[in-house]
């Protein structure tokens, strides 16, 4: 079959890192694969560290975009589950082994296979040196496996639902696996992207949830969006009357930043999960601190697809959305800068008919 010309907005190497327009062409869909007429994407930090190499795995071009809402514009013949106007989704991932132990148990985001799982954009989650490259959301349209393909509730607002496929099940899953429930006490690091999600997550499984911030400006948001209480991380004193106040601490944190300050926050038994950071800590675990009340200090990475799915539902059930900002394709580069300076609360979503507009 044909090629599918495909417009979107990418960037070409790390020195010309703003993003620009870019046609590429995509693979007709497949007999198992549909085919996605893009309507909003969501712009996650990792698309800046991603566009930026930041991580140094970035495959150039690179089009951003893992946070998709669309609509079935095709669905190959073994495709059962969605039909043509279907309005969907597609997350982080759009492959993996299928195969190995954690896929086996619907664990896909945790692939053990040679490569990893396939992202949405940036190839192999493991590069294996063959230049595999995969385009994300930052597009008009894009050709996905029926199996990676989720079901957006009809009772969400699809403007603002995208966030929910990265954002909602990075934060969901931890959550649900440490087995949060009714009159826990949670603390939630950050409230920014992730941490939004998380607060309004949490609360909705009937936590008394704790914003922990170091910005004084937060303490409204972090109100309306369901926390109990906000504590500063600068205050020195109100951390100590804090030690051993909780049960689960998600972090949302993006940079490094000292684990130690928030391991004498958990109870007997709990833990401190990190979503956000993927590099070391700025100092060393004291395991002293973790071995004297049995507590986990952990890591988590996105969701599976099952995961992704429920959460979703979840959101539909106890109306939870993003807060997010709409903007035309156009602004990306301009949104990027005020995501560096943390001038967005709490989301970019693209109107990528913003797109189809520029195209005609």
């Not at 909602?168 to 009714?182: E, F, M």
């Not at 004193?237 to 804090?242: G, I, L, P, S």
């Not at 909780?246 to 000292?258: K, Q």
């Amino acid at each position: 079959m044909n090629p599918l010309p495909t417009k979107g907005y990418g960037a070409t190497g790390s020195f010309f890192s703003e993003l620009k327009p870019l046609d590429f062409e995509r693979k007709a869909p497949q007999a198992d694969e549909i085919l996605i007429d893009i309507l909003y994407t969501g712009v996650c930090h990792s698309d800046l560290h991603q566009v930026k190499n930041d991580w140094g795995n970035t495959i150039y071009p690179c089009v951003p975009g893992h946070e998709i809402v669309g609509k079935v514009a095709q669905a190959g013949a073994a495709v059962t589950k969605f039909k043509v106007g279907d309005i969907v989704g597609v997350g982080c991932m759009i492959d993996s082994c299928g195969v190995c132990p954690s896929c086996a148990e619907g664990e896909q985001q945790y692939c053990e296979g040679p490569v990893s799982w396939t992202a949405t954009y940036n190839g192999y989650m493991k590069p294996d040196g063959s230049g595999f490259n995969t385009f994300g959301g930052y597009s008009d349209k894009i050709v996905v496996k029926e199996s990676f393909v989720l079901k957006i509730p009809a009772t969400l607002d699809i403007k603002a639902a995208a966030p929910i496929l990265c954002a909602g099940v990075t934060t969901y899953s931890p959550l649900r696996h440490w087995q949060v429930k009714a009159g826990d006490k949670v603390a939630v690091v950050g409230l920014g992207g992730l941490g939004h999600m998380g607060v309004q997550l949490a609360k909705a499984m009937g936590a008394a949830v704790t914003v922990i911030t170091t910005s004084k400006e937060k303490q409204a948001d972090a109100e309306k969006l369901g926390a109990h209480q906000v504590l500063f991380s600068e205050d020195t004193e109100a951390m100590q009357q804090h030690e051993r106040a909780f049960d689960f601490i998600l972090n949302t944190i993006p940079d490094a930043y000292d684990i130690n300050d928030y391991i004498s926050l958990l109870k007997r038994d709990g833990a401190v999960v990190a979503v956000g950071v993927l590099a070391p800590y700025k100092k060393p675990t004291n395991n002293m601190e973790v071995a004297m009340h049995r507590r986990t200090v952990a890591g988590s990475l996105i969701g599976s697809i099952q995961e992704t799915q429920e959460v979703l539902d979840f959101c539909a059930e106890h109306q939870i959305l993003p807060e997010v900002e709409i903007i035309p394709i156009q602004q990306i580069n301009q949104a990027f800068k005020r995501m560096q300076q943390k001038e967005v609360h709490y989301r970019f979503v693209i109107d990528m008919q913003s797109l189809k507009e520029e195209s005609n």
